[in-house]
């Protein structure tokens, strides 16, 4: 019996995510109602409060949801071997990344949910940066050491250039999601904004050949 009522929960609260990442990704959060979420989920609105508090905690569930499944589908190494080089790891975290946001193998309303999220943040962002983007940010961090040939931690102006190189790749990934209209318009007709493993290769080699000058440079001040 108790198996059957845990069982029931779970489906609701399954169901829940589902509909509530459908109605957030097309209304917004501030627009959205905790009623046409449980109409779409078929269940009462009390469900929400019994399984998330309210209305803001299903929304941080939601996202947290979203990016747990592209993660699980898409893991920031693409399960590359234990001796891969930093070049390898750099080129996995970029095409993983570009996966999440572009590719088919997520929530068809995932990518919309995290374009309004980032160009309207809510105050669920400072919970999603803590729980979610940091450790993605820390790894690639760790490959930009190892690419920037640093055996310890980054510190002063090395830790700036570190942090700025790590925002570069991020910027050039985010530019085909969030200004895919822009990229739509522009391209050249031997462009495909669908290959993601062509955009993938050409964010890896263009970020290595600037990280590799400023090694090359010495413009990693301490």
Same mark, same amino acid.
């Given at each position: /019996? ?43 609105? !009390? ?19 979203? &990016? ?9 190494? &693409? ?9 390898? +790891?750099?080129? !996995?975290?970029?095409? %993983?990344?570009? &996966? ?11 990518? +919309?949910? /995290?374009?309004?999220?980032? %160009? ?6 400072? +919970?999603?940066?803590? %729980? ?22 980054? +510190? ?10 790590? /925002? %570069? ?47 090359? !440079? ?5």
């Amino acid at each position: /019996m108790e198996n059957n009522i845990s069982k029931k929960n779970d489906d609701t609260k399954a169901r829940l995510l589902d509909a509530a990442g459908e109605v957030f990704a097309h209304h917004g959060f501030r627009s959205a109602t905790v009623r046409e979420i449980c109409r779409r989920a078929s269940t009462n609105v !009390a469900a929400v409060n019994y399984h998330f508090g309210d209305k803001e905690a299903l929304y941080v569930a939601v996202l947290e949801y979203s &990016l747990q499944l592209a993660r699980r589908r898409y893991p920031p190494d &693409l399960g590359l071997r234990d001796e891969a080089t930093p070049e390898e +790891k750099l080129r !996995a975290f970029i095409h %993983s990344l570009l &996966l999440r946001i572009l590719g088919e193998g997520v929530p068809a309303w995932h990518g +919309k949910l /995290m374009a309004r999220e980032i %160009s309207d943040p809510t105050d669920a962002l400072d +919970k999603l940066v803590k %729980s979610s983007i940091r450790p993605l940010h820390e790894y690639l961090v760790s490959i930009l050491n190892e690419l920037l040939e640093e055996e310890v931690p980054a +510190k002063g102006g090395k830790r700036d250039e570190i942090f700025l190189c790590a /925002m %570069s790749i991020i910027g050039q990934c985010l530019q085909h999601f969030t200004g895919r209209q822009i990229v739509a318009a522009l391209r050249p007709k031997s462009f495909n904004p669908a290959d993601i493993e062509g955009i993938a290769d050409h964010i890896t080699r263009f970020s290595l050949v600037g990280i590799r000058g400023l090694r090359t !440079a010495g413009q990693v001040q301490p």
